[in-house]
């Protein structure tokens, strides 16, 4: 609304927007020829206003001494004027799986220059903090149809609105807020680190030989553990691979009889770890192992001829001593896992007509009672013992026939 007061008098307007009159206008909004009288007090789309007038002389003019005269203020008349707004902003979108901030985005609004966002909890209409005042620290006015928020704390979730105007100041033509949609700034996760592999195991055929990792910080969620061989030199994280983890934390392998052959395989073990931050460096076993053949198994002795304790009957008693159980790969001692008794049959106490009647397999005792199944004949046995390395030796001598 413009107002003009010519070379006499000037005239001074006031306005205000409210439901019923004021009784009294205070503060003139507007002086002087032609100057614009505007509402700084964010009006609803439809406000009611009162209006008041009054003429103003100065020092100088006709018939006014030398200080200002004023007239009494005209009696508020009402009007009513309705602002146009714009377009709320659709498809408010806060995207929350950044780690450097929540990028906002919105549909264009057409007439608009300028967008303000707005986060934390939901604005108010009320004040022109509201819309861009200096008490608002939560406003920020953006001139695209985007904007990331990097104030945001990592792990921080906030609402976000948003605005349009028709100029870049708030206070102006403006839209309903729309929104709003929530985001959170992604915490930084950093790739593992700090972590070991160890290489474990004996170095003969059949060994295991085991890679194991450990120690890693920022929680590791996959590894990738494995074992690498070369015939000459160190192997490295690129020589060949004869096992791996798939994931896991540990993996094995068994060596061969092909790797104790000349030249001889050498192995070592190295490990990554990873988790949503990336993958770390990659460590290393500060150990290898060579395989070998080393010494062989050997079996076990000859044991002691059995004492055939026969008395009566058909129950035949045998026992015997033990022998030298022999030794595994490796040259490590070997056990006695047990025994085969071979049973001899005949005519006479001589031995006449004698053959192996059966061969029966024992557990690791150094007895066994045979019951026999003719009472009228001759019975005998000898015994063969089988070590932990799989070897048997050769049968002790035969007992009397009894």
């Given at each position: ?238 020589s060949t691979r004869v096992a791996s ?90 056990t006695i896992t047990g025994y085969t ?11 006449a007509g004698s053959y192996i009647r ?45």
């Amino acid at each position: 609304m413009y107002f003009s007061g010519g070379s006499g008098p000037y005239y001074q307007i006031y306005w205000s927007v409210s439901s019923t009159a004021p009784t009294s206008p205070v503060t003139p909004d507007g002086s002087g020829s032609s100057s614009p009288v505007s509402d700084t007090t964010g009006p609803s789309s439809t406000s009611t206003y009162y209006m008041y007038i009054r003429s103003v002389q100065t020092a100088g003019e006709t018939s006014v001494g030398p200080s200002t005269v004023a007239s009494a203020w005209s009696a508020g008349v009402a009007f009513n004027m309705t602002l146009s707004k714009l377009a709320t902003p659709a498809n408010v979108n806060a995207t929350d799986t950044r780690t450097d901030g929540v990028n906002v985005t919105w549909d264009i609004v057409s007439g608009a220059s300028y967008y303000g966002v707005w986060y934390g909890g939901a604005p108010s209409y009320d004040s022109l903090a509201d819309f861009g005042g200096n008490r608002n620290t939560s406003l920020i006015v953006h001139p695209t149809n985007s904007y990331l928020d990097t104030a945001i704390g990592s792990g921080v979730t906030r609402d976000y609105y948003v605005q349009a105007y028709r100029s870049g100041d708030p206070t102006g033509t403006k839209s309903e807020w729309g929104g709003p949609n929530s985001g959170t700034r992604l915490a930084v996760v950093n790739p593992p680190s700090g972590g070991s592999v160890f290489l474990s195991g004996n170095n003969t055929p059949g060994s295991v030989i085991t890679a194991s990792t450990s120690g890693w910080s920022n929680s590791p969620t996959s590894y990738d553990v494995f074992i690498t061989t070369t015939t000459s030199g160190t192997p490295t994280s690129s020589s060949t691979r004869v096992a791996s983890s798939n994931g896991s934390s540990s993996t094995s392998y068994t060596i061969t009889s092909t790797d104790a052959a000349a030249p001889a395989n050498i192995f070592r073990a190295f490990a990554t770890a990873s988790n949503t931050g990336g993958t770390s460096g990659t460590v290393q076993s500060s150990n290898t192992i060579t395989a070998s053949a080393g010494s062989p198994a050997t079996a076990p002795g000859t044991p002691g001829t059995p004492t055939n304790g026969w008395t009566s009957g058909t129950s035949y008693p045998f026992s015997w001593s033990a022998p030298s159980a022999g030794t595994v790969t490796g040259g490590g001692a070997a056990t006695i896992t047990g025994y085969t008794m071979r049973i001899y049959e005949a005519t006479s106490s001589a031995g006449a007509g004698s053959y192996i009647r059966t061969t029966i397999s024992l557990g690791s005792g150094t007895s066994y009672t045979y019951t026999s199944p003719n009472a009228s004949l001759y019975y005998a046995a000898s015994v063969a013992a089988t070590n932990s390395a799989g070897l048997t030796g050769s049968y002790s001598g035969i007992s009397l026939y009894k």
